[in-house]
């Protein structure tokens, strides 16, 4: 069995790059392999909700946050007050964080504050946990770039789709 890493944009999504997560999820799933993503919002969120939808538990399905499940929340909550995403996308977040821990699939971090640099060692652990990446890199974001880069610098298959979206 491989660990195949699922990464790219949260920040907006359109239906085809919908359509070519949950597509890829399902063939992972079906070959037997297991899926690693960083429970955030966009690309990750649509491959854990598919992942789940097809009943992955921990032998298949491993979600990376960087703190606990508790300042994760919170962080969420914090953000959709300041206006970064709505209470609507945080709250369904953070009900599909709860479910994935109540399946064994949820490693937490041990960052108490959550920033720019929390999210790259985050990118580090999913990356390290890899056999190969598949990346929806939307609008050529730093994040994804940043994970595509450390696959490359580790030796590990690479699989990029790219996106532009206005």
């Not at 939808?53 to 953000?79: A, F, Q, V």
Request: hydrophobic letters at 35%.
């Amino acid at each position: 069995m491989k660990w195949i890493a699922i990464s790219g944009g949260w920040r907006i999504i359109n239906s085809q790059v919908e359509d070519d997560v949950r597509k890829t999820i399902r063939e992972i799933i079906s070959q037997g392999n297991g899926i690693v993503s960083g429970g955030a919002q966009g690309v990750d969120y649509i491959a854990t909700e598919e992942a789940l939808k097809n009943g992955c538990g921990k032998d298949h399905l491993k979600i990376i946050i960087p703190s606990t499940l508790e300042i994760y929340k919170d962080h969420y909550l914090k953000r959709a007050k300041e206006g970064v995403l709505t209470y609507e996308r945080a709250e369904k977040l953070i009900t599909q964080l709860t479910e994935v821990k109540k399946r064994g699939c949820l490693e937490e971090g041990k960052d108490i504050i959550i920033e720019n640099p929390t999210y790259f060692r985050r990118i580090e652990k999913i990356i390290n946990k890899a056999d190969e990446l598949i990346a929806f890199h939307i609008n050529n974001t730093e994040g994804t770039q940043y994970t595509i880069d450390k696959a490359k610098g580790k030796g590990i298959p690479v699989k990029i789709h790219n996106y532009q979206i206005k």
